[in-house]
C-alpha cells in the first residue's frame, strides 16, 4: 500500500514538497489551501518601498516566511539589496525555520548574516527563533517583521504579536511591514472533488497552517471531516485540525524526514 498525502501549502512550496514527498515513496498531490500574491493595497504597497529602503538601519529583520523573503527582495533588487547586507554589518536577518533561511539565501543574503533554530531543533517558529536572537536585543533596538496580510488588507499585516512582545519586553522596538498577501484559493471541481476524496480514502492532509484548515472547511462546508487524517507541524496548527473535525490528527517536526516517516506511520498504523 503507498501512502497517499495531500499537500496543502501555498502552490510554490507545495510543488517542492510534492516532488520530495514522492522521492520518498510516498503518492503526494497539491491542493494549495492559501494563495500568495503581492500587497495590493497602495498604503501597504508604499509602506513596502519604504521598508525595502530603510531595512539596513534596523538592528534586526524578521521574516515570518519563506514568501516573506521572496517578497521582500523583489528579483530586479536583490543583488542590490544583497550588497546592502553585505555592509550593514550591524542589521541580522532573522529566519523562524530552514525554508525561510533558504529563501534569504535565494535572495542573496549571505549565510552569516542570517540567525534562526538549529536544523535539529524540536519547532521552527517564534519561539525557537526568540531562543536564539534573544541576547542580540537591548534597549533602544528596533526590529522590523516582514509578515504577511490577509485579503481583506489589514494594515502592517498579521501575526508574530508574541515575537513584538519579546522584544518589547527586551526594551527594544518593532516595526511591521506586509510584504505579501494571503487569500482563500478558489478550488476548481477537480480540486473539490479530490477534497472530498481524501476526507475519507485513507489520504493524510500535511497541514502547515490553521489559516488553511480554515479555508478547508469554507471552500466544502457540508464535508463531514471525522474519518480524515491529518499530519500537522505545529501544536496549533493541530488544535485547528481537530476543531475542524478531523478524525486523527498527528504533529511532527516540519522537516522532510520527519514528515516522510509521520505520513507512512499515519498510513500503516491506522
Known amino acids: 500500500m503507498t501512502p497517499h498525502a495531500i499537500v496543502t501549502r501555498p502552490a510554490r512550496e507545495a510543488a517542492q514538497w510534492v516532488e520530495d514527498l514522492r522521492a520518498h515513496g510516498i503518492a503526494a498531490q497539491a491542493l494549495p489551501l492559501i494563495a500568495i500574491g503581492p500587497v495590493a493595497a497602495p498604503a501597504l504597497r508604499q509602506a513596502l518601498h519604504e521598508a525595502r529602503s530603510a531595512w539596513t538601519r534596523y538592528r534586526a529583520v524578521m521574516f515570518v516566511s519563506g514568501n516573506a523573503a521572496l517578497h521582500f527582495f523583489e528579483p530586479n533588487q536583490s543583488l542590490a539589496l544583497a550588497e546592502q547586507a553585505q555592509a550593514a554589518t550591524k542589521t541580522r536577518a532573522w529566519a523562524p525555520g530552514p525554508g525561510t533561511v533558504a529563501?534569504?539565501?535565494?535572495?542573496?543574503?549571505?549565510?552569516?548574516?542570517?540567525?534562526?533554530?538549529?536544523?535539529?531543533?524540536?519547532?521552527?517558529?517564534?519561539?525557537?527563533?526568540?531562543?536564539?536572537?534573544?541576547?542580540?536585543?537591548?534597549?533602544?533596538?528596533?526590529?522590523?517583521?516582514?509578515?504577511g496580510t490577509s485579503s481583506p488588507a489589514a494594515e502592517g499585516g498579521n501575526g508574530r504579536d508574541w515575537l513584538a512582545a519579546r522584544i518589547a519586553e527586551a526594551g527594544g522596538a518593532v516595526d511591521f511591514v506586509a510584504a505579501y498577501e494571503r487569500s482563500a484559493p478558489r478550488l476548481d471541481?477537480?480540486?473539490?472533488?479530490?477534497?472530498?476524496?481524501?476526507?475519507?480514502?485513507?489520504?493524510?492532509?500535511?497541514?502547515?497552517?490553521?489559516?488553511?484548515?480554515?479555508?478547508?472547511?469554507?471552500?466544502?462546508?457540508?464535508?463531514?471531516?471525522?474519518?480524515?487524517?491529518?499530519?500537522?507541524?505545529?501544536?496549533?496548527?493541530a488544535q485547528a485540525a481537530r476543531a475542524a473535525g478531523f478524525g486523527i490528527v498527528n504533529e511532527?517536526?516540519?522537516?522532510?524526514?520527519?514528515v516522510a516517516a509521520s505520513i507512512k506511520s499515519l498510513v500503516y498504523e491506522h
Do not use: M, N, Y
Not at 543574503?109 to 534562526?116: N, T, Y
Not at 524540536?122 to 517583521?145: C, T
Not at 497552517?209 to 474519518?227: F, M, R, T
Open 189 to 237: 471541481a477537480g480540486q473539490q472533488a479530490l477534497a472530498a476524496r481524501a476526507a475519507q480514502d485513507g489520504s493524510v492532509w500535511l497541514l502547515s497552517s490553521s489559516e488553511a484548515v480554515s479555508h478547508l472547511k469554507a471552500a466544502l462546508p457540508a464535508q463531514p471531516w471525522g474519518s480524515a487524517r491529518a499530519l500537522a507541524t505545529h501544536p496549533r496548527i
Open 103 to 147: 529563501a534569504l539565501r535565494q535572495a542573496g543574503l549571505p549565510l552569516e548574516a542570517i540567525d534562526g533554530p538549529a536544523p535539529h531543533a524540536p519547532q521552527f517558529d517564534s519561539e525557537a527563533l526568540w531562543q536564539v536572537v534573544a541576547p542580540q536585543i537591548g534597549p533602544g533596538d528596533r526590529v522590523l517583521i516582514v509578515r
Open 252 to 258: 511532527c517536526r516540519p522537516a522532510l524526514p520527519d
